[in-house]
């Protein structure tokens, strides 16, 4: 917001004419300057035509900037984000927050963005726009049609086929992928081969009016940004089914890994389902030692949108620097990333649904300057809520994670015994394989004053565990970025997190938080090393607790900014750099607050 009220004019194409004071521009109702910002005033559009078509071949902004003269204003880049969860519509975990996040703070920095992802459920505020188009997938073809909303200066696409709606509906949250953790559904190829192909079609032939500084389609003059191994046909549908034929020519796509554990493993055979080009058979092509899904040979979804793709990035450069170091933590993809290279930025987080002073799930709002009275209220909440004896003086640790091996829950399980004893609590949420659930059901039975573990996914739980905890525990044995850590630190939770991943990049041992060493990444066993550090790092913690030292800890944590803000700008670059044709930078946004709250998805 400084920089937007510190600005002092308009560059005016024109030197004859009078420079533009600072204006509010109606959209968002923020001030803006930027030097990649073009303005023509009435006078230049009718003397170079040409240029004005061409502004107008894509988004023109419009506005007033003085009596009787009329700007047309550019900036920006048309975006379309592609992804198989889309928060708060849907979400198993950090790859629908992402979705739900980045978009918004690139559409404040003036991009025109798009979001499309499956409508798995009837969504109250998402409206049938007529548009219907046939899709071939597998070997057979059907009719899909697009849902739209605009939320937070985001097209928010959703594609709807019974696919998606007739096994997730209602569930959304724990049934995407599959009907348990771990079971995937046996169309998952097609649903996301029409996922692919339908977002394709989505920026050419949507005419989207959602705001007054953009009209019409998108046109295909766009960058997609595809998310993960669902997304991965995106690039080579691109290829096989537009450019061959002379459309999308500039068009780019920049490919975002989430999580390498999930390539997208299927028979060789199934390469005849995706409908593609013999040309491009080598790219899925995959060789592994394993017998799921299949003994042998396998096509490799991952693989292919990592090779297909013109960019390929990940969510944090210490990951970015994993997935190359060598196979076990490049999950045997580390050659092919060595080869295209990879460039990681470290994920933002939702400020706004994870803000202290207005958090709707917590009965004490607070800030940097009154979370040291604030905590202990929440504390006795949160410990009221999960059924412990309530004190505030005892400290108290969090976990919240799919249960999965790669968050590391049964290490923390396997740590209790050796710190238990302490003063302390532990509180662990999470939903994932079953062993995992049941494992931590059984703390209330081992530990009935200590420790509780609940089986849900929660988000309210989520939230009071945030704000009521002293510390949140991070045992991951890899961890792309984490976006629990980025939550607990500006609600002044301590972060205790294995190093590795963006937990290396985003926690400070001793300024933000405690590291506690990388861990083994071998998921069919826990390492004792491993749980030796859990609980050394977590007795160093709990001496901290109630200390200055502590304090000062929770005040770094809470002074940083964690908004998708600076990593936005950074996307932005990278996504410059691909040349799509009519790409410009975008502005200095700010989301403004009051417009946000009352675009908040009500799904
Ligand atoms: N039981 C439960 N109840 C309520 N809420 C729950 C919950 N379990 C998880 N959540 C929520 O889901 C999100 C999980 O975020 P993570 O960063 O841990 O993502 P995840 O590992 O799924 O995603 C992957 O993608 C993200 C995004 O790029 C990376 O940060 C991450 O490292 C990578 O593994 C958080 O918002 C958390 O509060
Ligand atoms: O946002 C949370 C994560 O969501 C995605 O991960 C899902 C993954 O892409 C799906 O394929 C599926 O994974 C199952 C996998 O296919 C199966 O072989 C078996 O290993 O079990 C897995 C778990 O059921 O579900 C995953 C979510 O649980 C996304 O790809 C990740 O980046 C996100 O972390």
């Excluded at 209790?416 to 999470?430: A, H, M, S, T």
Aim: hydrophobic residues 40%; glycine residues 8%.
């Amino acid at each position: 917001m400084a920089t937007m009220a510190a600005a002092s004019s308009f560059a005016v194409a024109s030197g004859s004419e009078p420079k533009a004071t600072p204006k509010k521009i109606g959209f968002l109702n923020r001030t803006v300057t930027h030097a990649g910002l073009r303005c023509l005033n009435i006078v230049d559009k009718l003397q170079s035509r040409t240029t004005t078509q061409q502004l107008r071949k894509k988004h023109v902004k419009k506005q007033k900037a003085m009596p009787g003269v009329v700007m047309d204003c550019r900036s920006g880049m048309n975006m379309v984000f592609v992804g198989a969860e889309v928060g708060p519509w849907s979400k198993t975990g950090g790859l629908g927050d992402v979705l739900g996040g980045l978009p918004p703070a690139m559409a404040a920095n003036g991009h025109r963005v798009m979001t499309v992802a499956p409508r798995y459920d009837q969504y109250k505020d998402a409206w049938d726009t007529g548009v219907a188009i046939e899709v071939k997938v597998g070997y057979i073809t059907e009719k899909v049609r697009f849902f739209h909303c605009y939320k937070r200066g985001v097209d928010r696409v959703f594609i709807d086929h019974p696919m998606f709606l007739e096994k997730v509906w209602g569930k959304t949250g724990s049934k995407i992928y599959g009907p348990t953790t771990g079971t995937d559904y046996e169309d998952n190829q097609l649903r996301f081969s029409m996922l692919c192909q339908a977002a394709l079609e989505a920026p050419r032939i949507l005419n989207l009016n959602s705001c007054e500084y953009f009209s019409g389609p998108y046109g295909e003059d766009v960058v997609f940004i595809a998310n993960d191994w669902h997304t991965a046909l995106l690039p080579c549908y691109l290829k096989s089914m537009y450019k061959s034929k002379g459309m999308y020519e500039t068009a780019k796509v920049a490919y975002c890994i989430h999580n390498i554990a999930y390539q997208g493993r299927f028979s060789f055979g199934d390469f005849s389902l995706l409908n593609l080009p013999d040309a491009f058979r080598s790219s899925f092509d995959f060789i592994d030692g394993y017998e799921k899904p299949v003994k042998g040979r396998k096509i490799n979804w991952m693989k292919a949108g990592i090779l297909e793709s013109d960019k390929v990035l990940t969510v944090s450069p210490y990951y970015a620097e994993e997935l190359v170091s060598g196979v076990e933590k490049g999950v045997e993809l580390d050659n092919i990333i060595r080869k295209t290279g990879i460039t990681g930025i470290v994920n933002g987080m939702d400020v706004q649904e994870w803000n202290p002073s207005t958090d709707k799930y917590i009965s004490i709002k607070y800030n940097a300057s009154t979370v040291m009275i604030a905590k202990p209220l929440l504390k006795e909440a949160l410990q009221a809520e999960v059924g412990l004896p309530v004190d505030r003086d005892i400290p108290i640790i969090g976990f919240i994670g799919r249960l999965e091996e790669q968050k590391g829950s049964d290490i923390l399980v396997e740590a209790i015994p050796q710190f238990i004893r302490e003063k302390v609590q532990i509180i662990v949420l999470g939903t994932g394989k079953k062993p995992m659930e049941e494992q931590i059901q059984q703390l209330e039975i081992l530990y009935p004053d200590k420790a509780r573990g609940v089986a849900k996914f929660n988000v309210p739980l989520a939230h009071m565990i945030i704000a009521g905890a002293d510390f949140i525990l991070l045992p991951s044995r890899f961890e792309p970025c984490g976006l629990i850590q980025l939550h607990a630190m500006r609600y002044g939770t301590v972060p205790i997190v294995a190093s590795t991943g963006g937990l290396v990049d985003t926690v400070r041992e001793g300024f933000t938080g405690f590291q506690m060493g990388a861990f083994n990444v071998e998921c069919d066993a826990v390492d004792l090393a491993d749980v030796t550090a859990v609980a050394s790092t977590i007795r160093r913690a709990l001496k901290s607790y109630g200390t200055p030292a502590l304090a000062e800890i929770i005040e770094n944590c809470m002074t940083q900014d964690l908004s998708w803000k600076g990593p936005a700008k950074k996307w932005e670059e990278m996504l410059l750099s691909l040349g799509v044709a009519e790409s410009n930078p975008g502005i200095d946004g700010e989301e403004i607050a009051p417009l946000a709250k009352e675009n908040v998805a009500n799904p």
